[in-house]
């Protein structure tokens, strides 16, 4: 065997091993960064649970761009804290979906883009169904992805979710997702 046949032979070896690693890789990646959406579609979510996925100054950008809210502490008690303390308590049921249109990951950030659908039913019945444009950035901190940009503020039509070409989808609507990620 020549020199350069041997050379050859290792890189092909090495570059079969660099990219089965890069794929396990980019699969736990997708993994973490799915159960930040699992989170906030759990029927009794944990406010605790969601805040340690935000980073500390993650910048949130709701409805109409009316509540900037900058910093964890903050988004934490004036999102995350009345939404999940309203669900538990009762005062509605909710189920939805992430479609994510497009998922771009580097080696310490993260773009998503898609559209969240929600689902609201109050328990005297009515019924309330929401589709609003979404992009996310997240940070890989100490080995985590952690939501550092939350931009959930355009409204976008019902009917763009039985219609848009999603890549992803992070539902607890099974028949949503049927041929995407699902619980």
Not at 47 to 65: C, D, M
Request: charged share 20%; aromatic share 8%; proline share 4%.
């Amino acid at each position: 065997m020549t020199l350069y046949n041997l050379v050859r032979r290792m890189f092909i070896l090495l570059s079969a091993a660099w990219l089965t690693s890069s794929g396990a890789a980019i699969a736990n990646d997708n993994e973490q960064l799915d159960e930040i959406y699992h989170l906030l579609l759990e029927p009794k979510p944990s406010a605790k649970a969601i805040s340690a996925r935000y980073g500390e100054t993650v910048i949130h950008v709701g409805p109409n761009g009316k509540s900037l809210i900058e910093g964890r502490d903050d988004f934490l008690t004036q999102n995350i804290e009345p939404f999940v303390g309203a669900l538990v308590a009762g005062q509605f049921d909710l189920t939805g979906a992430f479609l994510i249109t497009r998922r771009v990951i580097g080696e310490q950030l993260v773009n998503d883009v898609g559209y969240l659908y929600a689902r609201i039913e109050t328990p005297d019945g009515r019924v309330q169904e929401l589709v609003r444009k979404f992009s996310w950035v997240f940070e890989k901190t100490d080995g985590e992805w952690v939501v550092i940009t939350d931009f959930d503020a355009t409204p976008a039509q019902l009917d763009v979710i039985d219609t848009v070409d999603t890549e992803r989808c992070v539902s607890s609507i099974p028949s949503l997702c049927v041929s995407s990620i699902t619980d």
